[in-house]
């Protein structure tokens, strides 16, 4: 098998969220879930720590994941699925607690908290030689309300933030995301200056055009797409046009492919679309359109999001366990894709573009 390297998934989120214990084999995880209503994605979960053991998903970029929304109104007599808080403040502390997540699966050495280039280097080596010890996680996250001020961008570096994206769904206060348009605030410019000066990495994944092109102009060190597909294949904001995507690339980013059915077919909906109509080709098919637009397979990789709200019932066919992201080899082999270039697909495009880009 060859190593994955995800550069996006939502740990914390599945086990604080929806209650999962991670730790947990699947089938066990998923029956837990039987008869639970609250959401679709119930009993159909992809993603635990064994499967991903056993996929040899070696290394992650794992969330922080909550949004201060100030319309929300809290939970009433029954457990919500919710990303939403009504402060930053709130939204602070909760990804507080998302972090200390990760920092006890670090501790029972399930997983191993990524900081810089050495502590990559020497977690690969021994990833490769001992799949079955700690995951690699690089910590990144997904819409930065939690940063409550740009100046306390320094604490959440120190802390192992690596990776942030400016926003998730509607507008943050440092930006808008996917489903608005609209550019950066007056925090969201200083606070990528700030994330400049500490040598964090900007995800551009999830900026509506305004605050993805208006980013670009402000923010000077590296960027990617953690978990992006190609507007050119399925229309509509969530995914990138031919423009940005070439932009990605020319500062040397990489762009993951996202594995959820939503961004893989047009006119895809939730609860009507057949499951069956999406294969693993779809995913290949936004692989392959980064790829001839850099001319090479330098910038394409796997960004799953998997369980990332949704489950089997959303995932392309053959896709029961984020394991079986390794049938995606042979779809790529058989479209003439040569060894070395899986590979850099797999993990060395990410495993290139980390080993150059994370401080501290």
């Not at 990559?120 to 490769?128: E, K, S, V, Y």
């Not at 397979?297 to 089997?312: M, P, V, Y």
Request: hydrophobic residues 40%; charged residues 25%; aromatic residues 6%.
């Amino acid at each position: 098998m060859i190593p994955i390297i995800d550069a996006h998934l939502d740990l914390a989120w599945n086990a604080l969220s929806w209650n999962r214990d991670l730790t947990e084999p699947l089938a066990m995880l998923r029956e837990r879930e039987k008869g639970m209503t609250d959401d679709p994605a119930r009993g159909n979960a992809t993603v635990c720590l064994p499967e991903m053991r056993r996929g040899r998903v070696l290394l992650c970029l794992a969330t922080i994941l909550v949004r201060a929304k100030r319309h929300v109104q809290p939970p009433r007599g029954h457990l919500r699925i919710d990303l939403d808080v009504g402060t930053q403040t709130i939204a602070c502390a909760t990804a507080r607690g998302q972090l200390e997540y990760y920092r006890l699966l670090e501790e029972e050495n399930e997983l191993r908290i990524i900081h810089n280039r050495a502590q990559l280097d020497q977690h690969w080596q021994h990833a490769q030689q001992n799949p079955n010890g700690p995951i690699g996680i690089i910590i990144a996250m997904e819409g930065a309300d939690p940063i409550v001020t740009p100046a306390q961008a320094q604490r959440w570096f120190d802390d192992g933030l690596r990776v942030v994206g400016i926003a998730h769904f509607g507008p943050s206060a440092y930006g808008v995301g996917t489903g608005d348009a609209g550019p950066l605030t007056l925090a969201g410019v200083q606070l990528l200056r700030e994330m400049d000066r500490l040598g964090m990495i900007l995800d551009l994944t999830h900026s509506s055009d305004p605050t993805f092109y208006q980013a670009l102009e402000v923010f000077r060190g590296p960027v990617l797409a953690s978990h992006n597909n190609c507007r050119a294949l399925v229309p509509g904001d969530r995914q990138y046009s031919d423009e940005q995507i070439r932009l990605i690339i020319e500062r040397g980013g990489v762009i993951g492919a996202v594995l959820d059915e939503w961004q893989l077919r047009a006119g895809w909906e939730r609860g009507k679309t057949d499951r069956n109509l999406v294969t693993l080709d779809a995913v290949a098919d936004n692989i392959d359109h980064v790829c001839q637009l850099a001319g090479n397979a330098r910038h394409a990789a796997i960004g799953s999001d998997l369980d990332g709200g949704f489950g089997t019932e959303q995932s392309p066919v053959g896709i029961e366990s984020i394991a079986d992201m390794q049938k995606l080899a042979d779809v790529l082999a058989n479209r003439g894709y040569r060894q070395a270039d899986i590979e850099a697909i797999f993990h060395g495009n990410w495993l290139r573009f980390f080993r150059e880009h994370l401080k501290g």
